[in-house]
């Protein structure tokens, strides 16, 4: 059973601190993993992607990868209150077709 | 901004009814799916679709649902009778190529069975 996990939070942050996203992945031979942002309600919306391990950066954003560990993160730089909401871990499957999402963090940033 | 539209955004129906739900997705997209996400809980893989034909389904997609693209526009889920557990939001979504370059998804159709 291929899982991504998650802590769902809440994690709240100050505006203008760095809020930390974290997530784990169970199936080694995944290679695309993604962001997704979730306002309540709302459907989710691509934020990131990365495929190496290392750093991505885009604008105040910034994904983290390191597959030897099985771990995937997201920095979020200068936390704004419209960052408020539900951050969704993605991870491709073995077949390449399907994504398997975490069950989502909640962040709650705070004017 | 090209965006995947989803109709209707809320449909209501009686158990064992069958309902279809419809997507248009991004026009020069080539691959298509289908999320759901009942209320509060992750979202979950229905079903992928590629050159007219179903590329990947997961153990949610069984006998009772269908998918199908009728005409050049139109991706549309089928679920033939629905069940209570059945409600849940449904998300349909597209990509110009495989997962690796993540997708656009939908608004969303809230379907609620009664």
């Known amino acids: 059973q291929k899982e991504v996990e998650q802590n769902s939070g809440p994690l709240s942050v100050p505006e203008g601190a760095i809020a930390s996203l974290n997530c784990t992945y169970s199936?080694?031979?995944?290679?695309?993993f993604f962001w997704y942002r979730q306002y309540s309600g709302k459907s989710p919306e691509l934020i990131m992607s990365i495929y190496s391990n290392g750093d991505k950066e885009d604008g105040r954003f910034t994904a983290q990868l390191n597959k030897a560990s099985q771990y995937v993160s997201l920095l979020i730089r200068d936390s704004q209150p419209s960052d408020s909401a539900t951050y969704l871990c993605a991870v491709n499957d073995q077949a390449g077709t399907a994504l398997i999402f975490g069950k989502g963090t909640t962040l709650s940033v705070s004017s | 901004e090209p965006e995947v539209t989803q109709t209707p955004s809320h449909q209501v129906t009686q158990m064992g009814q069958e309902v279809i739900l419809r997507c248009v997705p991004i026009s020069n997209h080539l691959y298509f799916y289908w999320y759901r996400q009942i209320l509060g809980q992750k979202v979950e893989f229905l079903v992928s679709?590629?050159?007219?034909?179903?590329?990947?389904k997961s153990e949610i997609f069984d006998d009772q649902f269908s998918v199908e693209r009728p005409d050049g526009s139109n991706f549309t889920l089928k679920i033939r009778s629905t069940k209570l557990e059945d409600s849940a939001m449904y998300f349909c979504?597209?990509?110009?190529?495989?997962?690796?370059?993540?997708?656009?998804f939908g608004s969303g159709t809230r379907l609620t069975v009664v």
């Open positions: 679709f590629y050159n007219n034909e179903i590329s990947e």
């Open positions: 979504a597209s990509s110009e190529a495989l997962t690796s370059y993540g997708y656009t």
């Open positions: 199936d080694r031979v995944s290679q695309s």
